[in-house]
C-alpha cells in the first residue's frame, strides 16, 4: 500500500495538522459564502485576506520546516509568499473592486490548483488516496476559470462559488490531513 522510507513517512506525518488547519480555514469559508451570500464586497474580501494570509503564513511555516528527503522546500516558501502578499494586499484595500477581486480569487485558485495537483502526483507513489489531493487541484482550476469567465456577475456569484471551492478544498484537505497522519503508524 505504501511505499516509502520510514524517514519520508515520519516527516509527513508531522506536518498532519497543517493539512488539517488548512481544511477547517476552507470549511470555514465555505460556511460564510453559504449563510451570507450578500454580504458586502468589503467583508468577503476581508475574509478572503485573511485566509490568504493565515495559509500563507501556514504554508510557509511547513516551507522552512523539515522536508522529506528530495522534495524541494522552495514551492510552499514561494506559495507562501505570494498567498502572504496577496492576503496583506486585500486586507489593505477591502473595498477592491469586483473584478480585481475575482480576477485575484481565480488566479490563486488556478495556481493553487495546478500545485495541488503535481503534489498529488508526486505522492502517488507515497501515499494512497492521493486522487483526494488532485480532486482538490482540479476542483482549484475549475473554479479559477468559472472566476474568470464571471467576472462581471457580482460579489454574490463570487461568493458562492468561493463556498463551493473552499468545502471541496477543506474536506479534501483535512480528510488528506488524517490519511497522512496515519503514516506514523
Known amino acids: ?9 515520519e516527516e509527513l506525518a508531522k506536518s498532519w495538522w497543517i493539512w488539517l488547519v ?3 480555514l476552507g470549511i470555514a469559508l465555505s460556511i460564510l459564502a453559504f449563510t451570507k451570500p450578500g454580504a458586502t464586497l468589503a467583508a468577503i474580501a476581508i475574509f478572503i485576506g485573511a485566509y490568504f494570509l493565515v495559509d500563507g503564513v ?6 522552512f520546516g523539515s522536508q522529506p528527503e528530495g522534495q524541494s522546500r522552495w514551492p510552499r ?10 492576503g496583506i494586499v486585500i486586507l489593505s484595500q477591502p473595498l477592491v473592486s469586483v473584478i480585481s477581486l475575482t480576477i485575484l480569487v481565480g488566479a490563486f485558485a488556478i495556481v493553487y490548483g495546478i500545485m495541488a495537483i503535481i503534489t498529488g502526483i508526486r505522492l502517488r507513489k507515497e501515499i494512497s488516496d492521493e486522487w483526494w489531493l488532485i480532486i482538490g487541484g482540479i476542483a482549484g482550476i475549475i473554479f479559477g476559470f468559472l472566476i474568470f469567465s464571471n467576472v462581471l456577475a457580482g460579489a454574490l456569484s463570487i461568493a458562492m462559488l468561493i463556498g463551493i471551492w473552499a468545502l471541496i478544498t477543506g474536506i479534501t484537505f483535512i480528510i488528506l490531513a488524517f490519511k497522512v497522519k496515519g503514516l506514523a503508524k
Not at 1 to 7: D, Q, T
Not at 58 to 63: A, E, I, M, N, R
Not at 77 to 86: E, F, P, T, Y
Open 22 to 24: 488548512r481544511g477547517i
Open 77 to 86: 516558501i514561494i506559495w507562501g509568499i505570494i498567498s502572504i502578499l496577496a
Open 58 to 63: 501556514v504554508t510557509l511555516f511547513h516551507g
Open 1 to 9: 500500500m505504501i511505499n516509502m522510507n520510514a524517514a519520508v513517512r
